[in-house]
């Protein structure tokens, strides 16, 4: 019976079709509550999401496919934004990436909006910024903008500092803006183990959803 070649997919995936991205290690924080087993909100660790993660490391894949649209497949719902990853066998994440593990597109951007409150325990952005745009709040009569400096954000614990001391006032609503790199964390892995071929390291699937559904 003749056999898929390993290395021709990983050359395939590797110099064609792959996309370069940071892959960041999953781990469940232990700041859980015992009794309802949610996180602890505010978690100077975890900002409340429950997961923190490693730093990252650069590595290639191919994204394979992408829905645009809400569908249903046999293991699940499809969102928008979903997607396929497909791992060669020579990557760093052919043996230990898994569920929650977060996919960060090097080659894909997108803009994002975000409100946050100055000083709330959850004040964090947990997203792969590639760069602010615009921060403002408005005054006491809520009718006029005030323009606010642009932060610096520490992509490891989400924490945002300000020039100066600079920005909105502690406790004030503000909206802030930007553009990141396109962010994933692992949904599942796809049974796509090829028996046939008796452990030989084809290509792996894993089912992607958009980081800003994390724990919806």
């Excluded at 390993?6 to 960041?24: E, K, T, V, Y």
């Excluded at 923190?52 to 496919?65: R, S």
């Excluded at 400096?149 to 920005?167: E, R, S």
Aim: proline content about 8%.
């Amino acid at each position: 019976m003749p056999r898929l070649n390993p290395a021709a997919f990983n050359g395939f995936l590797s110099g064609n079709i792959g996309q370069f991205m940071n892959w960041r290690k999953g781990h469940a924080c232990p700041c859980f509550n015992p009794q309802s087993g949610a996180a602890q909100p505010g978690h100077p660790l975890c900002g409340g999401k429950g997961w923190i993660w490693d730093a990252p490391l650069k590595t290639k894949a191919g994204l394979t496919q992408q829905k645009v649209e809400r569908a249903w497949a046999q293991f699940g719902q499809f969102e928008p934004g979903d997607g396929i990853l497909t791992i060669p066998g020579d990557s760093v994440m052919y043996d230990f990436c898994g569920r929650f593990d977060r996919i960060e597109l090097l080659n894909s951007t997108d803009a994002f909006k975000l409100l946050l409150v100055r000083g709330a325990p959850n004040e964090r952005i947990f997203l792969p910024v590639v760069k602010f745009t615009r921060v403002f709040h408005l005054d006491n009569t809520e009718t006029i903008q005030i323009e606010d400096v642009l932060p610096v954000l520490d992509q490891t614990t989400g924490v945002l500092t300000w020039p100066n001391n600079d920005g909105p006032p502690l406790g004030t609503k503000y909206s802030i803006a930007g553009v990141r790199n396109t962010d994933y964390y692992v949904f599942d892995n796809l049974p796509s183990d090829r028996n046939e071929h008796f452990g030989a390291r084809l290509p792996r699937k894993l089912y992607m959803r958009r980081f800003d559904l994390f724990s919806r």
